[in-house]
């Protein structure tokens, strides 16, 4: 089973600065099947990056992902008040499904 | 516009069988492509992924679950319909259907959830 590893657990920071969310696989994985969610208290989890680097319909620019192999990134340049929620990383693979990371808070400073 | 919403019980008594819905509209899941797929999530815990159909009724399971997890759709219905037996309060949780976008196993669209407790 591939399991993805997300540090921090939580983010304090301040609107306007940046952050780096970090998604670790335990064994290399495609790219292509790699996704960053947001999820706001009592909603449904939003796509907002697919395929490690791609940004789904409606995402602001200011959302960027990265990475290969087991190290992938999600980073938020510049932060707004709506940016805090918590995020999550998701992988898909043939014999295992899909999986999630455990999640990382991103709060107000 | 792509939508989906959950439907079923709130309340469910142990070692029962757990039923919900998902209701599909914007798209048909006969679409060369398309699939859907359930997701739950424990309070305060993280997502879960259940199980998925494709649009050619190909299904797929969390494997630790495959046992007690049963994924089905009706096409003429636009529904696609999870079952889960001899639930337990573990299973207490937001239970979420989305749709997957393209062959890029991400979930571009999701429903609302539906709260389902399992307590005697």
């Known amino acids: 089973e591939i399991v993805l590893t997300q540090s921090p657990g939580t983010l304090s920071l301040s609107p306007g600065e940046g952050a780096t969310l970090s998604c670790r696989a335990s064994?290399?994985?495609?790219?292509?099947?790699l996704a960053w969610y947001q999820q706001k208290p009592r909603q449904a989890p939003r796509l907002l990056i697919y395929?490690?680097?791609s940004r789904a319909t409606g995402v602001p620019d200011r959302f960027s992902g990265g990475g290969s192999g087991t190290d992938f990134t999600l980073t938020i340049s510049g932060l707004e008040p709506e940016d805090f929620a918590v995020y999550y990383c998701q992988h898909y693979d043939n014999l295992w499904g899909y999986s999630f990371g455990q999640g990382t808070k991103l709060e107000i400073k | 516009q792509i939508a989906l919403k959950e439907s079923g019980p709130t309340l469910v008594k142990p070692t029962q069988t757990l039923t919900l819905t998902c209701s599909l509209s914007?798209?048909?899941?006969?679409?060369?492509?398309?699939?859907v797929g359930w997701v739950r999530q424990s309070p305060g815990k993280a997502l879960e992924w259940l199980a998925l159909?494709?649009?050619?009724?190909?299904?797929r399971y969390r494997p630790s679950l495959r046992s007690r997890l049963t994924i089905s759709r009706d096409p003429s219905k636009n529904h696609v319909v999870l079952t889960m037996t001899n639930v337990g309060p573990v299973d207490t949780a937001i239970y979420y259907c989305?749709?997957?976008?393209?062959?890029?196993?991400?979930?571009?669209?999701w429903g609302q959830g539906t709260l389902v407790t399992v307590t005697s």
């Open positions: 064994q290399i994985v495609s790219r292509t099947y």
């Open positions: 989305a749709h997957r976008l393209g062959g890029l196993h991400a979930f571009d669209i």
């Open positions: 395929a490690a680097s």
């Open positions: 914007g798209f048909s899941l006969t679409t060369s492509g398309v699939g």
């Open positions: 159909i494709y649009w050619d009724d190909d299904k």
